[in-house]
C-alpha cells in the first residue's frame, strides 16, 4: 500500500509569465513552471532556474524592489506579494513599473 505525501509536503505547479523586459535573464522564455505555496515560495524557485532574476526582483534586505509588480491570475498580489498564496495551476506574472517623465 503506498500513502501519498501530505498537502504540505506537495508544492503547487504555477505558471510564470516573464516579463519581456526580463528575457534576456532567463535566455528568451516567456514562460516557465515553478513550484510553491506562496508566491515568494514560487519567485525562490524561478530564481533557482535563474539565479540573476534575484537582484533584479530583490533589494539586498531580501524586500522586492518598488519597481517590480506581482500579479496572481491577472489580479495585483499588492500589498503582501511574497506570502500570497498560490495553488495548483494559478498563474503569476512579473511586471516592472517604468517611470518616465
Known amino acids: 500500500m503506498s500513502i501519498a505525501p ?15 523586459l526580463l528575457q534576456h535573464i532567463t535566455n528568451g522564455i516567456k514562460t516557465t513552471e515553478v513550484k510553491g505555496h506562496t508566491v515568494g515560495e514560487c519567485l ?11 537582484q533584479v526582483l530583490f533589494s539586498k534586505k531580501g524586500e522586492l524592489h518598488s519597481y517590480v ?8 498580489a499588492y500589498p503582501d506579494e511574497l506570502a ?7 498563474e503569476l506574472t512579473i511586471a516592472l513599473l517604468i517611470g518616465g517623465g
Open 69 to 76: 509588480d506581482i500579479y496572481v491570475n491577472k489580479e495585483s
Open 44 to 54: 525562490e524557485d524561478l530564481i533557482k532556474q535563474f539565479p540573476r532574476m534575484e
Open 84 to 90: 500570497k498564496p498560490v495553488k495548483d495551476g494559478d
Open 6 to 20: 501530505s498537502t504540505k509536503e506537495q508544492k503547487m505547479s504555477v505558471k510564470i509569465n516573464i516579463s519581456s
